[in-house]
């Protein structure tokens, strides 16, 4: 079967950084997005990663571990506008475009 | 270059009615993609369309359909509404070259009572 799986709340200080993890168990495994989604709003695209390691963009990494079916999401330098879901995604298998998301962490940063 | 536009951003219906949202995707995105999201089962996967063509399909009832149009403009139909229809309903649309994000549009929230 398809699952993932990603905490359900997380808080953290504005200028720290937080990690948000996700496991997921897919028949096929064809890479995994990190989308983030603030309250009212239309999910944004974070990254996208196939291969296993880091990838650095900005004040955002992705990292991917195929063998343990781990991947997390590295927020640096926390402003007060990374208060979001974020939520991470695998392909099903028949094609990219048919996505299933974890039920997505919710990020609240403190001052 | 213009987003994903969804329209109507709103819209309240009774149980038993059917009701139409339209999806305009980005241009030169000929892959239109429909999601379900509500607080308790979070984003899930409708079905996908692909120059005029059904190309995935997620686990809905038959009630939930779609089509997509020569200028990949999309509709999804939803008949005989039910209490637990009431969610946003996105669509996202990509390049479709692989491993192409998916570019979501705002959402309708459908409300039915």
């Known amino acids: 079967g398809q699952n993932i799986d990603q905490p359900t709340e997380m808080t953290a200080t504005e200028g720290a950084i937080v990690q948000i993890n996700c496991t997921y168990q897919?028949?096929?495994?064809?890479?995994l997005f990190w989308y983030q989604q603030h309250a009212g709003e239309a999910p944004t695209f974070l990254s996208y990663n196939v291969l296993d390691g880091l990838e650095e963009k900005g004040r955002f990494s992705s990292f991917l571990s195929r063998s343990k079916g781990y991947s997390y999401l590295l927020l640096k330098e926390l402003q007060m506008k990374d208060s979001a879901s974020y939520l991470c995604a695998c392909p099903l298998p028949g094609g990219y475009n048919k996505l299933i998301f974890g039920a997505g962490t919710r990020l609240a940063v403190h001052p | 270059k213009a987003g994903v536009t969804q329209t109507p951003r709103y819209l309240i219906k009774t149980r038993g009615q059917q009701v139409t949202l339209s999806c305009s995707p980005i241009?030169?995105?000929?892959?239109v993609s429909w999601y379900q999201q509500t607080p308790g089962q979070g984003l899930q996967f409708l079905f996908e369309y692909f120059s005029e063509t059904q190309r995935n399909k997620g686990n809905f009832p038959g009630r939930f359909s779609g089509r997509q149009f020569s200028n990949s403009r999309s509709e999804m139909n939803v008949s005989t509404l039910e209490l637990g229809d009431s969610a946003l309903y996105l669509c996202a649309s990509s390049l479709d070259r692989g491993q192409d994000e998916q570019y979501f549009g705002p959402g309708t929230r459908l409300t039915v009572t």
């Open positions: 241009s030169g995105h000929r892959s």
């Open positions: 897919t028949s096929g495994f064809n890479g």
